[in-house]
């Protein structure tokens, strides 16, 4: 029995990464922990030369100021720190540093996107290029990201499109 379990232990190092395991390691570096003073979240960086994020408009809501056209208030924005190759998840790993500060420079609350200037560039992360055309359906999906209601970040789930077609939702975020 014991040559057994020591074969088996043998192979598994040899085994290839999956796809999945591939896009994660690329993209990771790029994914965004955000909090603000209600929320936290997830966003991309899509261009490092102007440092910005784009998430979701839910994750910024609370952060703008009072009064019609007076701006954000500034956000936290949390770049993987690495052990090895792996990135810390424990969230409270993160919650006394310091990190990026983030500007909301522009939401569109109907399709739930906002853009988050940085104040500096994140050095360590590259950008992500936007997808020219939207995916078909059956084509594979990987989502990288900080769920609310998860204790960790940049939790990793993998999938397959259904269908792409136009479709009107209302969705109640905050007030």
């Given at each position: ?135 078909g359906p059956g084509d594979p999906i990987h989502s990288i ?31």
């Amino acid at each position: 029995m014991t040559p057994v379990v020591a074969l088996m232990v043998a192979l598994a190092p040899a085994q290839e990464p999956s796809a999945g395991n591939k896009v994660y390691k690329q993209v990771v570096p790029s994914v965004a922990y955000i909090r603000t003073g209600k929320a936290s979240g997830s966003g991309t960086l899509i261009d490092k030369e102007r440092r910005l994020v784009l998430t979701n408009y839910h994750v910024i809501e609370g952060a703008e100021r009072p009064g019609q056209n007076a701006g954000y208030e500034p956000v936290q924005v949390y770049f993987p720190e690495f052990e090895g190759s792996r990135p810390k998840t424990d969230r409270n790993y993160y919650k006394g540093k310091p990190g990026l500060r983030g500007e909301v420079i522009a939401v569109n609350r109907r399709q739930d996107l906002a853009v988050v200037q940085l104040n500096r560039d994140p050095k360590d992360a590259p950008e992500v290029k936007l997808a020219g055309t939207s995916p078909g359906p059956g084509d594979p999906i990987h989502s990288i990201g900080n769920a609310g209601a998860s204790g960790a970040l940049w939790g990793y789930v993998r999938g397959s499109v259904r269908n792409v077609y136009p479709k009107q939702w209302k969705a109640k975020v905050g007030n």
